[in-house]
């Protein structure tokens, strides 16, 4: 007897913790945010960031100018047409005017995510705005804020920034962000109108106008945290956008051109004719690290397609 | 109500369309317009500083820029040559190009739009029946277990833009195997005309740009396929067409695909102006001879005129395809009718 109820008093305990962690278990497979996509994704990004601003400490940034390293040196463990192999000193090679393959993606990955999300920022802040005054105040505020959109929805932004920057001159990497952002505030408008005029007539929204709140309130105390995940998606979707506008810019030659950027560095290679020259790590390794980032924006995007629409999540 | 939808487009509809269609030329055009306005540079002395570099100097260099000025209206007020530009654009008169003066920007734009368009139709088709079936046998249950995991596998490539997977091609087949031809849209000792020679050379050269389009666009419609198929998938008719033993291949084809398709048409619309200006950068990267090489060149050269009219051609493209799209959708989906809004 006496020995029993110690054992049993762990049997329990044992069976309280178990439970304890079975439930916890549960609910974090609950989260939705906490899906494989999502994180996989999100961690590709932080991975890239992470490079970029560990890589500054580690590697010397300084060897983005030119002439700072031997020209067209390959990889490591690489030859080029010259014969010459790779040096530990640069271990992704260097390009034809002395610029060293690491520290160019190590400073210009940063950049290109950068303008990218200064340019999503603006748009979606002016998207939120615009969308909600169109959905919850409608009228002829909605009339003439949808045909805006509608119209400069089909406008490509690519033609539009070749005509700005030919005729303004260069721009820098801020710069670049505001120009983009007059292109990516369309899409979260239209996106919010709809989600808005849907939810306009919803009980609880309801609620609060009969308990007096103010339009101001109910727009973003009440129906803004509703919106969250698709919020996030269409963010996630514009910086995508942006960035693509922005490689495309570079590899015209247009954009920034002080600072690097990963479309600076491909745009340079190929007018180089760096793929006759078989120096593939010079396009090849930018061209790599924004495929994997767009990948890893496109995992995101999935992955909050799941927690905003719980249909997809069984699948 | 039904029996707009026997007449086909209601008359509100298409003016509807037809506004949104005309302000969308407009802004961009007005924006075109307005954004050299603001630059420091002045056209006439650029053109005169080419000469200058061609011809060591100048003379009379004073009477040949108020010249060039008239010529090109610069002289007038300003409102009156927004309305002498509205007006050459009605009838696509852009001026002449500075670089290769003095051709009429409209000649060169008309020299370059066939390989665009040709491009783009052959390209856009290819992914659109491409991508939809794929994302029709991701969803399908009868699809071999090989497929279910090879497609999405592929779909990896929808995230990346057109020009970097031009890159990549163009690394594998022209550099390295050498089975296509590196840049260019024909060969070089091929005369354009009707003969085999010249269709089988630009066959040859269209192959890598075109495949660079197809493999990072298809994914798109894959993907919507699939989440269209996986709802028409559970719905009565499918079961009743099941229930009553037709193959399954019929059903696929005859009862699923034929609902799932619609919705992609009007993604289609939303797409296609991300889908010119990516083809452009792709023409750029193979220097094919369309849009995306003349803007390339024209940037080089600062060739002003040419960078405008093309980037109206585009911007005029890219909405009227959208409207085209919007129109011919009642006809695609009789369920369709057009009301008020949306």
Redesign the interface.
Known sequence: MVESVPADDTATAAEAKAAWRREKRLKRFDTPWMNPKLLTGAGIILGILFFGLIGRILWNPDLVFIGSAPLNLPPLGFENLRGEGGSISHPLGTQSSGRDLLALLIVGAPNTLFIGVIASLIGMAFGILLGFSAGFIGGRTDDVIR?IA???????????L???Q????EVGILMMGVLLSGFMWQSPTRLIRAQVLSMRESGYVRMARLSGASTFDIMFKEMLPNLVPYLFGSFIAIV??AI??A??LE????GPQRVPTLGRV?YEA?DSAA??Q?M?WW??LP?LL??IM??G??LINLGLDEVSNPKLRK? | MAGASKTGIPLKYLANRLLTFFLTVLIAATVIWIIPRLSPVDPAEAMLGRMASGAGFVENADQILADLRTRFGLDEPLWKQYFTYLRNLLVFDFGVSVANFPTPVSQMLAAALPWTLGLMIFSVIIAFVIGNAAGAYMAWQETPKVWKVAIPAAMIFTSIPPILSGLLLMWLFSAQLQWFPLTGSYGLFVTPGWNWEFIFSVIEHGTLPALSIVVVTFGFWALGMRGLMTTVQSEDYVQLARAKGLRPRYILYRYMVRNAILPQVTAFALKIGLLVTGQILVERIFSYNGMGKLIYDAILNQDFAVIQGASYIVILMTAASVLIVDLIYPFIDPRIRHGGNN
Request: hydrophobic share 65%; proline share 4%.
């Open positions: 045909v509608d119209v400069m929805i089909t406008i490509p932004p690519l033609m539009v070749i005509v700005f030919t005729s303004i001159g995508t956008t693509v506008t490689v495309g590899t015209l030659g247009l491909i190929i793929l006759l078989n593939w396009w090849g061209t924004l495929a767009f990948i924006l496109l699948v």
